[in-house]
C-alpha cells in the first residue's frame, strides 16, 4: 500500500503528521497536489475540542488550491496539470435534493462528516477531490495561489452572507466583526452597491483594512454599547440589514443585530458560535412577536459555478483577497505554525497562507 505524510487529529488536543493510505480515485474523481493552503479557527477548533467527532483519526484542512495530478475516466473538464481551487465542503451534487438547490447542506463526503476514514481533508501531500466536474474551480493564470486559496472559504462565506441581506443600492448596512470573513463581507457589501458600510471590531489592522474594503464608518466595540454609537452616525435609524461574523456570546451578537436592524430588515449570521447550546433574544426587537424582521444562517455556497465566479471578480480587479494574508509560510514543516497563529491573540494576525508546492 502507497503513503504520503497527512496532518491527522490523533486525539483531543493534538494534532500532527503520520502516514496515511495514498488516497484512489473513482471514475468522477481527481488526485491533486496542493500547492497553498490556508489555516482557520474552524481547524484549531476542531483540534481542541474534537466538536466533530468524524473527524478524530482523518486528515484535516478544508482550505487549499494545488495542480491536478490524476483524473478519473469519467473526468470531462479538468487534467493533470491544471491548477485548481478545493473545496471548503464537499457538497453532494449528486444527492436527489441537490435539484433543489440543497447540495451544500448534505456533506456524506466531507472528511468532519463521513464514517469513512478514508476521507480526509487537504493537508497532506496528496488529495483526493469526489465529483472533479462539480467541485474543484480553474483558477485563471492572473490569479496567484495565495488570492484563490482565500477564495473556497473567506470569501464564499462572506459573500454568501452578503446574498442573504439582499441590499439595494444606497442601503446602509453593519458589519459585526471583521476577521478574515467579515473584511470580505465589507467588500461583497460593496460590490453590491450599499450606500453605507459601518464596520464594528477593535483591531487596528482589521480596522484599517475594512476601511481598504469599502467600509464607510468604523465603530470600535471597546469604546461603548454598539448599538449607541450605530445609532448616533445613523441619526437614531435603525439599518437595512446586518451581518454577524464576530466572536462572543451568540445571544449579544445576534441580540445587538437584531436590534439594529429595521423591521423588515435582514440578519444574516455567518458566525459559528461553538461554546452556545441557547440563544435569547429580546421580543422587543420583533414588536414582541408582531412586526418583521428576517433572521438567518448562512452557509457558504459550494460547488465549482460560485468558486469560478468568484475568481472572476479577483481576475478583472473587482476583488483583491490577497491583503488577507498577513502570515505567508513556507512548506509543509510550517504547517503547526499556521495553525498556532490562529490560536493566538496577536493582533496582527488576519490570515495565514502556508506555500507548500
Not at 488536543?13 to 481527481?30: H, K, M, N, T
Request: proline share 4%; glycine share 10%.
Amino acid at each position: 500500500m502507497k503513503t504520503m505524510k497527512g496532518y491527522v487529529i490523533q486525539e483531543k488536543g493534538r494534532a500532527d503528521w503520520q502516514e496515511v493510505p495514498l488516497p484512489e480515485i473513482g471514475p468522477y474523481d481527481a488526485l491533486v497536489r496542493p500547492t497553498a493552503v490556508a489555516t482557520c479557527t474552524t481547524d484549531v477548533h476542531l483540534i481542541d475540542s474534537l466538536a466533530l467527532p468524524n473527524a478524530l483519526g482523518k486528515v484535516i484542512g478544508h482550505e487549499a488550491v494545488g495542480v491536478v495530478e490524476q483524473v478519473g475516466d469519467q473526468v470531462a473538464d479538468f487534467a493533470p496539470g491544471d491548477r485548481v481551487v478545493l473545496p471548503a465542503s464537499l457538497a453532494d451534487w449528486r444527492h436527489p435534493r441537490a435539484q433543489r438547490g440543497e447540495g451544500k447542506f448534505h456533506q456524506s463526503k466531507s472528511p468532519y462528516f463521513s464514517d469513512d476514514p478514508a476521507n480526509g481533508g487537504w493537508f497532506s501531500e496528496v488529495v483526493k477531490c469526489f465529483d472533479a466536474d462539480s467541485n474543484l474551480a480553474h483558477i485563471p493564470d492572473q490569479v496567484t495561489d495565495v488570492q484563490a486559496v482565500l477564495v473556497d472559504d473567506m470569501a464564499a462565506t462572506g459573500f454568501t452572507g452578503v446574498e442573504r441581506m439582499e441590499i439595494q443600492f444606497g442601503e446602509v448596512v453593519v458589519i459585526l466583526g471583521v476577521g478574515p470573513v467579515g473584511l470580505m463581507a465589507v467588500a461583497a457589501a460593496a460590490l453590491r452597491g450599499a450606500g453605507r458600510i459601518v464596520a464594528v471590531d477593535s483591531r487596528p489592522d482589521r480596522m484599517a483594512l475594512a476601511r481598504q474594503y469599502g467600509a464607510t464608518d468604523l465603530v470600535d466595540y471597546t469604546q461603548g454599547d454598539v448599538y449607541e454609537q450605530v445609532m448616533a452616525l445613523t441619526g437614531g435609524v435603525q439599518v437595512d440589514s446586518v451581518l454577524v461574523a464576530s466572536g462572543g456570546s451568540a445571544s449579544d451578537q445576534i441580540g445587538t443585530a437584531m436590534k439594529l436592524a429595521k423591521f423588515g430588515g435582514h440578519v444574516s449570521v455567518v458566525s459559528g458560535f461553538f461554546d452556545d447550546r441557547t440563544v435569547t433574544l429580546p421580543m422587543d426587537v420583533w414588536n414582541y412577536g408582531v412586526m418583521e424582521k428576517f433572521l438567518t444562517a448562512a452557509q457558504a455556497n459550494q460547488g465549482r459555478d460560485y468558486m469560478e465566479r468568484l475568481l472572476l471578480l479577483i481576475q478583472n480587479g473587482k476583488l483583491d483577497t490577497q491583503p488577507l494574508a498577513t502570515h505567508v509560510l513556507h512548506g509543509w514543516d510550517n504547517l503547526a505554525a499556521g495553525l498556532e497563529l490562529m490560536r493566538s491573540h496577536d493582533q496582527t494576525v488576519i490570515k495565514p497562507v502556508v506555500i507548500v508546492g
